[in-house]
């Protein structure tokens, strides 16, 4: 166990989310159109501190954690965020990503999400990558779809949020098939 390692592309850094990133990450977090599909609404800038503290502490591959990824521009200006759930055994992630909507439709979701991916699978070295999505969410099934991952289940109202029953879709992909794709 330890930090993640900052992972880079083309045009992205992703790396552990920190206290410089509070304003960027509360100012898309807390937009309507950002958390209408997330169980977590930011109130202030305070619950954000809090939050990104005990992400600092969060070590890789620690059993029922959650480590939430900064998405940056190469230049530094934070974009967006990826969440890595690590799950009761050393063999499969669960992850989650958002990303601020002035960034929206230029394909910076879809590289970090495949960089994030390829680390968990090569670096990490798990066997298998969930997502779990509102269905409702058509942006982040297609863009789950086209970097190949597949359906699995779709249950029926099994997600409470606010008082309220939602379906939940799960979509994985198993790290043979990251390879062939």
Request: with cysteine; hydrophobic share 40%; glycine share 4%.
């Amino acid at each position: 166990m330890g930090k993640l390692k900052d992972i880079r592309t083309g045009r992205l850094i992703i790396r552990t989310l920190e206290m410089k990133d509070k304003e960027a990450f509360f100012k898309y977090r807390s937009l309507p159109e950002i958390y209408q599909y997330q169980s977590w609404r930011p109130i202030n800038i305070s619950e954000i501190e809090e939050f990104i503290n005990k992400n600092i502490s969060v070590c890789v591959n620690k059993a029922n954690s959650w480590l939430q990824l900064a998405v940056c521009l190469k230049e530094g200006q934070m974009i967006g965020d990826i969440g890595i759930h690590f799950m009761d055994d050393d063999y499969q992630i669960e992850i989650g990503y958002t990303l601020s909507p002035e960034y929206q439709g230029n394909g910076y979701a879809q590289e970090a999400v495949k960089a994030v991916i390829d680390y968990s699978f090569t670096e990490l070295k798990k066997h298998r990558v969930t997502a779990s999505v509102d269905p409702d969410n058509i942006k982040s099934i297609k863009l789950l779809e086209k970097i190949g991952f597949r359906k699995e289940a779709h249950f029926i109202k099994s997600f409470n949020m606010n008082n309220q029953w939602y379906d939940d879709c799960i979509y994985a992909i198993l790290e043979d098939e990251w390879k062939l794709f």
